[in-house]
């Protein structure tokens, strides 16, 4: 099972950027399809992003235009680049890779993101 650690969390003004990373432990090549969420407060943990070993993505329409995910499978890393950051968007996100084979999931311990002024 993988091992996940996020960094790049923090205080960002509304309409200012943050760089999620996620490192892996392992090999995510090929065989992980790798996702962030978050969880705000009192919320449930939701999708934000997904992306597959082929590079196909998927976003919650919350964020289309905004962020963008992106894994380098050489660095075994998972990124999401958040633009146009809003106070809504803070939350706790959490990096998960999805097995695809066997459909077990890895969870990171998560990164707060706060959007005040």
């Known amino acids: 099972q993988v091992q996940l650690v996020e960094s790049g969390g923090g205080l960002v003004q509304p309409g200012g950027s943050l760089r999620l990373s996620c490192a892996a432990s392992?090999?995510?090549?090929?065989?992980?399809?790798m996702a962030w969420y978050r969880q705000a407060p009192g919320k449930q943990r939701d999708l934000v992003a997904s992306?597959?070993?082929?590079?196909?993505?998927k976003y919650a329409d919350s964020v289309k235009g905004r962020f963008t995910i992106s894994r380098d499978n050489v660095k075994n890393t998972l990124y999401l680049q958040m633009n146009s950051l809003k106070p809504e968007d803070t939350a706790v996100y959490y990096c998960?890779?999805?097995?695809?084979?066997?459909?077990?999931?890895?969870w990171g311990q998560g990164t707060q993101v706060t959007v005040s002024s």
């Open positions: 992306v597959t070993s082929s590079g196909n993505t």
């Open positions: 392992g090999s995510i090549v090929s065989t992980y399809v």
């Open positions: 998960k890779a999805l097995h695809i084979a066997t459909l077990t999931a890895s």
